[in-house]
């Protein structure tokens, strides 16, 4: 899309809470990167509690700030992260730190990632101070947020529905209602539906065309995302490869920088007696990596879905669904459409998985499947911004 608005010294804020894995940090900045490879003189500021922000490579005016990291327990408990402190405190200090930092960055524009009012109500000030100022406001979702029952318990708990009324300008879901509504069923206002655009897919793209990797081709390119929930996919991949002679593509894995330690040695000690297997810890290029793959397995979290569509690659999705039902609805949804090939949970087995490897390459590309305006995306969320932040334009920042 050829620029057409300049936005100069506009600032847009982004929070992400990130207690577990990759995907808020990883949607959060590829729009970032968007923004300012569309628009001369704006500059985005994420709010992140991911301990690898720092990991990340960053786009000029991008930049982070690292609140202190808070982790989800498997019994849905959460606990601080790094310090040695107790949670309340460790949520005082995050709250303290987005709050003084949306003041005195002083944003155009603020767009929330997933939770309306941040992880435990840790940005509900926030919303309120900038409602105060007349900034604008927007909550962002993915295409599936959990079933139904589930996220209308979740959200009544967390009051969530009166935020999405009285807090936020407006609401993106970054997905397609033909393809899932993921409010439907919550009983939500007209005046909050008023509001809601649906996108379509964040359209991703490698913007690394001189860089080589020194992998061997052709490879099959296996991700369990962050990792921490993907064990079990991986060492479903190797048994399917040992107890296969036709299985013959070689495979990297990427094994995601929340693994445990030792599952990792685990899987780079079975790697050293087969030739075909590469194990990393992590790459820092995974869309140069998926677009150089002849095909994927992965576990289908929302940001590896985008590459599937984006990079147009045959893949088998092996979804979790625990504690979160969202992997598991987006991959029946898509299997429906051809867009993917589908490991339902009951068939959890490599002598199932065997015959889907062998035969991923000769699958329907997503490409041919494709709903109307499926990748659009990007261009709605920049169209968004654009309109939002020129309607306040009169408010906008000096020359400093």
Known sequence: ???????????????????????????????AHELVGRYKGISVLILSGSPVIGSFEFRARVDFVR??????????????????????????????????????????????????????????ETLRMLRGKGIKTVLGERDIIDESRSLQ?????????????????EIWVYGLESF????????????????????????????????KLDIEEPYILVT?????????????????????RELTTAVVFILGPFMSEDKRDYFKSLSESLELFTVLDYHN??????????????????????????????????????????QLIRARRAAELSLVTMLEPENFNYQSLIPLIRNLCS??????????????????????????LTSNAGDSHDDQ
């Open 1 to 31: 899309m050829v620029e057409t608005t300049r936005l100069d010294n506009a600032r847009v804020l982004i929070y992400s809470h990130d207690t577990f894995g990759l995907g808020h940090l990883r949607r959060c900045r590829a729009i």
């Open 67 to 124: 609140i202190p990291g808070v982790i989800k327990l498997k019994d849905g408990r959460y606990t601080s992260l790094g310090l040695h402190i107790n949670l309340d405190q460790t949520m005082a200090i995050r709250e303290a730190i987005i709050l003084k930092t949306a003041e005195v960055f002083d944003p155009d524009l603020f767009i929330v990632d997933k939770e309306p009012l941040g992880l435990k109500g840790e940005v509900r």
């Open 153 to 169: 318990r979740e959200w009544g708990m967390k009051a969530a529905l009166p935020a999405l009324k009285d807090l936020y300008d």
């Open 180 to 211: 899932y509504e993921p409010f439907k069923g919550l009983g939500l206002e007209p005046d909050i539906y008023s509001k809601t655009f649906f996108t379509g897919y964040l359209k991703r793209s490698s913007i690394d065309d001189v860089v």
């Open 224 to 244: 369990p995302g962050g990792g921490k929930d993907g064990e079990e996919m991986v060492e479903l991949v190797f048994e399917a490869y040992q107890n296969s």
């Open 285 to 326: 290029r995974m869309e140069l990596l998926i677009e150089n793959a002849q095909g994927l397995v992965t576990m289908g979290g929302y940001n590896t879905f985008c590459e599937i569509l984006s990079f147009n690659k045959p893949t088998i999705i092996i979804p979790r669904y625990e504690p979160r039902t969202e």
């Open 363 to 388: 699958q329907p590309n997503p490409h041919d499947n494709l709903l109307p305006g499926m990748l659009d995306g990007m261009n709605q969320v920049c169209d968004r911004v654009v309109a939002l």
